[in-house]
């Protein structure tokens, strides 16, 4: 599936925390997960796109069983069954998903603090206390029932609990284009590089970028 992945010419590649942060820490992958879905044009994915996302970053880490739907309020539910009828329209389920997925982000680093999104993963065991090699770690913990955004949000809550300062520090979103991306310092207005004018070298260029994270 990767190699399928990679024959498509990358969207944008996402920066990751640095790894001085999160050490080769196994759920890293929960945050590529999450910002895998946050990449390239919602018409460019198709439903394909969509079982390939749950495959690699849910079912195959074992977080989850693929759903039989992907589903999200106000939007038609789109099959991920290959054999049957997509039924809805897979850019506007991304759209409608990403949209919650980036106002619940925003209210993480918004100046009066919104983090109901955390208390809701927690409260409705999204997420879960769990041991990695002797580690103590938040893992997500979505079901299948769960609408898309929920379990998107689920993969960042994980990562955004176990160093929620972090986060807090150094996640920007274009105000622009809604890239979610990682500063070393966020003392500017949230602008990405695409939408910034050129002056030089700024602090995403010192950060690094994680190339596994390039699905269009
Ligand atoms: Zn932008």
Redesign the pocket.
Known sequence: MRDTLKTKTPHRSGTVPSLSVLPNHPSLIWLTGALAFMEGSPFEWTRQDLVDWFTEYLVSPGLMPRPPIAREPDATSVSLDPRADCGGNVAELLTRSRRRVIAALRGIIAPIVDDRFLNAALYSSRVQRAEMNGRPVWMPSPRETNCLSDIVLSLFAANILMDREYFQAHLCI??????IFFRQSRDRED??????PLQGTDGATSELRLTANTRR
């Open positions: 274009c105000k622009t284009c809604e890239r602008t990405c590089d695409e939408h910034t």
